[in-house]
């Protein structure tokens, strides 16, 4: 059974970096687009980004564009999310999903698999 654990949310200063990790187990993480979705209470999950199984294809939402960078290594089955210059709207739980397809979806629903996420909180 697949499992998704992320890593590396916390509470940072706006203008500050933070990178999450998600380790994927019980599957072949090669097989797997990957994504980061983020959810704030009230609203539904949203799209940041995602990534296709070996890196050639990448998506960024427009409001972290520039700023978000996503990338994958496949020996250690592990999808990161780098995020600088962060703003007080970052704020959200972020969750990493996997979609047994060759590029990634931007829909929550074609998604897999998920992590349980991780808080990311930016003050002002």
């Known amino acids: 059974q697949v499992q998704l654990v992320e890593s590396g949310g916390g509470l940072v200063q706006a203008g500050d970096s933070l990178r999450l990790s998600c380790a994927l187990s019980g599957g072949t993480f090669a097989n797997y687009a990957m994504g980061w979705f983020r959810q704030v209470p009230g609203k539904e999950r949203e799209f940041v980004t995602g990534?296709?199984?070996?890196?050639?294809?990448?998506y960024y939402a427009d409001s972290v564009k520039g700023r978000f960078t996503i990338s994958r290594d496949n020996v250690k089955n592990t999808v990161y999310l780098q995020m600088n210059s962060l703003k007080p709207e970052d704020t959200a739980v972020y969750y990493c999903?996997?979609?047994?397809?060759?590029?990634?979806?931007?829909?929550?629903?074609?998604?897999?698999?998920w992590g349980q996420g991780t808080q990311v909180t930016v003050s002002s």
């Open positions: 999903a996997a979609d047994f397809r060759t590029t990634p979806a931007r829909r929550a629903a074609d998604y897999d698999y």
């Open positions: 990534i296709s199984r070996i890196a050639t294809i990448v």
